[in-house]
Each structure stands twice: as C-alpha cells, then as structure tokens.
C-alpha cells in the first residue's frame, strides 16, 4: 500500500504540499491539474506540477481526473480526435513518472450530493451528504438552476449555470442510449487507449458511479461488482484497471466492498483505491463519516485486509473527509480529517501486517 493524498496544485489548494508531507506514512499524491475533458496536458504543465511535488519530497506516480470528452463517450464521429488527445495525455504523463491514471465513464455528471456541508448534530462537524428525497422531481437542468439562485445548495460539479445551454444539448444527445451502447463507447476508447498505456507502462484505473445507482435515467455502467468484470473484459490488459471507491460503492448497500476488493485484487486490476467511510441514513440517504469503522457502516478492517492480501502494491487515498477544528475549503478535501484518515488507515495496515506474520 503506497499512501497518497489528493492536491488541486498550489494556485488551487489551500493546502500546502509542506503539510502533506508531514502526515506520517505519505509517499505522495494523487495529484490532478485543472483541464478542461479533451484538452491535451502539455508537457510544461505537467513538469511544472511534478517538479512542484517532488521538490517537497513527495512522489507522483498516480494523476486523476484525467477526463474523457463527451463524445467519446456518447460514439459522435469526433470522437478520434479526442481519444487521440487522451493518448498524447498519457505519453506525456509517462515521461514525468506517472504510472497510473484515475478517471471515469460517467455520463455528463462525476459525483452528486444534495448538501455539500451537512452540520452533525452531536459533534458540529459537517461532511458531503446525498438524500434522494431532496431531489424530488427536479431534473438535473433545475438543480444547476437553483445552484444558481442558492450556492449554497445542490452542485452539480462541471456544470456551472453559465453552461446551462450546453447541458440541455448534451442531455438530448444521451437520451434513448443504453448501458449497452455506453459500454460499446466504452469498448472502443479502451481498444484506442489501452495500446499506448501498455507501451509507456500506464495503468488506466476507472472510478466508479457516485452515487452507485443510475441518475436522471442516463445510463451508468460503474456501480457493482458484476459492472467491474464487464469492464475489465472489455480490453483484457492489467492496463485497463480499477480505481475502488470504498464510499461510492458503499453508498449502495447492494455491495459488498471488501468482497469486490478482494475479486479484482486477485485478478491484479486494482491498481488503486479510495477510502473512505458512509453511513446510511434510509434508503438512497447517507452522510459521509469519518474513516472509523464504527462512525460509518462500511468495515473498513476487511476492507483494508482485503487490499493487504490481495492488492497489496495498490496506491492508496484517503478520500473525502468531514470538515472539522473549523477548517474551511473545498468540500469534502479538507487536511485535519483526512490526515486523520490516512493515520488511522495506516495503523490497520500495521496491525494486519504483523498479525499475519505472527508478531
Ligand atoms: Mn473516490
């Protein structure tokens, strides 16, 4: 297990890399620069990331969020021209020392919440929270409205209110398309990809759907165990790989996530994970806790043990942790408590290390 933590880049966080490093166990990050789904990320930016990264000791082998353009996922004959992007993106991350980039298949949206800062009663912290009920009959073009009239409210990430138009037409261009046709597009920017990964020794990790079940009836391929082996069958390569969010499959109480952990590590495609902790509130209803098994309802012993004896190279994060000591910043990408995180994922790790080795 390598420990890492996400960075936006020192123009975009408020964390300094100073800080990472002083978390005990942390080899690195699992870092991102802020382009557009597309975009080619030149070399010059991407040096100037790495070099940022290494000059405060840390390591950079794992890159997220590098995004796949709309058209490739929804087939449109442009598609070729991204995908080819998306191949001179990896060369160019090869050449500073990534080794493996997360990102998702995920129809128009990435994550969804209906409150970024849901207070705690008992302990004044506050986390990510998602309750369907909040919805109700809104469709996705009405949230992105009323996060226009109340910032505090619903967000929809990427899909700022000035981008309105531009939603309406890419939700038209999905309509009537089926997780079969998804999984074609998906097939055919894999076959396009996966040849390039192998050659410059990247691993492609796919996240999964948050929350785990499909939204505004588009199709989603990324949510369950059964998801995962079509996926991987799609290019068999250790190139084409997994990324598993404990709290976004978590968030469906369908999974069982030490279970599909240990599947996959066996197969040697999970190249990395996020981890983190849910607690379920009713159905489709859950706050994010913190990592500590008994705040939440995932296990996150067997998770880890799963990860120690199945994929034990994995990279490792940290994920979304509660805002708490009055830290304020990016929802979810606070320090305090996913330092605490980190910590308390290393310390079962030990435990689990030793105990197998009968110390
Ligand atoms: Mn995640």
């Known amino acids: 297990m390598k420990m890492t933590f996400r960075w936006f880049g020192s123009a975009q966080d408020t964390i300094k890399l100073s800080q990472i490093k002083q978390i005990p166990g942390m080899t690195?990050?699992?870092?991102?620069?802020?382009?557009?789904?597309?975009?080619?990320?030149?070399?010059?930016?991407?040096?100037?990331?790495?070099?940022?990264?290494?000059?405060?000791?840390?390591?950079?082998?794992?890159?997220?969020?590098?995004?796949?353009?709309?058209?490739?996922?929804?087939?449109?004959?442009?598609?070729?021209?991204?995908?080819?992007?998306?191949?001179?993106?990896?060369?160019?991350?090869?050449?500073y020392g990534v080794k493996v980039i997360v990102y998702n298949f995920m129809p128009v949206f990435d994550w969804l919440r209906t409150d970024l800062a849901r207070i705690r009663d008992d302990d004044g912290s506050n986390s990510l929270y998602f309750?369907?009920?909040?919805?109700?009959?809104m469709g996705p073009l009405e949230i992105v409205r009323k996060t226009a009239q109340d910032s505090k409210g619903f967000s929809l990430p990427g899909w700022e209110p000035e981008r309105l138009a531009q939603l309406e037409t890419t939700l038209k261009l999905y309509e009537g398309m089926t997780a079969e046709t998804l999984l074609?597009?998906?097939?055919?920017?894999?076959?396009?990809?996966?040849?390039?990964c192998e050659e410059v020794g990247v691993r492609m990790a796919v996240h999964p759907d948050d929350p785990a079940w499909p939204i505004f009836g588009l199709p989603r391929i990324a949510h369950a165990e059964e998801h995962f082996a079509k996926i991987i069958s799609l290019v068999d390569s250790p190139a084409n790989s997994l990324c598993l969010c404990t709290g976004s499959l978590g968030s469906n109480t369908a999974n069982d996530v030490p279970a599909i952990v240990s599947r996959f590590g066996k197969l040697g495609r999970v190249a990395c994970m996020h981890i983190r902790n849910v607690k379920h509130l009713g159905y489709r209803k859950f706050r994010e806790a913190s990592h500590l098994s008994s705040d939440g309802d995932l296990n996150m012993y067997a998770i880890v043990k799963a990860v120690h004896d199945t994929c034990p190279d994995a990279y490792v994060r940290p994920?979304?942790?509660?805002?708490?000591?009055n830290e304020t910043g990016r929802p979810g990408y606070g320090l305090y408590d996913r330092a605490l995180g980190a910590a308390y994922l290393n310390g079962l790790w030990e435990a689990i290390d030793k105990s197998g080795k009968g110390e």
């Open 319 to 325: 994920d979304h942790g509660r805002m708490i000591w």
């Open 184 to 196: 074609a597009n998906y097939k055919y920017f894999l076959q396009g990809i996966v040849p390039t």
């Open 131 to 137: 309750d369907e009920k909040d919805l109700g009959t």
């Open 28 to 95: 690195g990050l699992m870092g991102l620069l802020d382009k557009a789904a597309g975009d080619i990320w030149r070399e010059d930016e991407i040096k100037a990331y790495i070099d940022e990264v290494h000059a405060a000791g840390l390591e950079c082998e794992v890159i997220e969020s590098v995004n796949v353009h709309e058209d490739i996922k929804l087939g449109l004959p442009t598609r070729d021209k991204y995908i080819e992007n998306y191949r001179i993106t990896i060369r160019n991350l090869a050449k």
